[in-house]
């Protein structure tokens, strides 16, 4: 599986932003997946995940009710869509996929994409 994330930028704080992650190869394998940011000396979190069958989704305290997380299945394509950002936003923001198949459970990773909120 390859994920090539984009729609990082520089925004100020209250604005907007819409993150896209583009899979690619063997995503019928997936059954998860996810964004993650990491900030300068800190460890990387989830910000928000999906499942690949129901959908469901979870999010991390500090971005619920300003972030959305979704997918578009025939695109196999996940978004990110930012509102209200704030300068603690600012980070790299990572798109993850989590796999299932006969050679068990693998975890794939994008490049990363840079998210700066200005205050």
């Known amino acids: 599986v390859q994920l090539v994330e984009s729609g990082g930028g520089l925004v100020r704080a209250g604005g907007s932003l819409r993150l896209s992650c583009a899979a690619s190869?063997?995503?019928?394998?997936?059954?998860?997946m996810g964004w993650y940011r990491q900030a300068p000396v800190k460890q990387r979190e989830l910000v928000a995940a999906i499942t690949s069958g129901s959908g469901s989704t979870n999010y991390a305290d500090s971005v619920k009710g300003r972030c959305t997380i979704s997918r578009d299945n025939a695109k196999n394509t996940m978004y990110l869509q930012m509102n209200s950002l704030k300068p603690e936003d600012t980070a790299v923001y990572y798109c993850h996929a989590r796999t299932l198949g006969i050679w068990g459970i693998r975890d794939y990773w994008g490049q990363g994409t840079q998210v700066t909120v200005s205050s």
């Open positions: 190869g063997s995503t019928f394998s997936i059954t998860t």
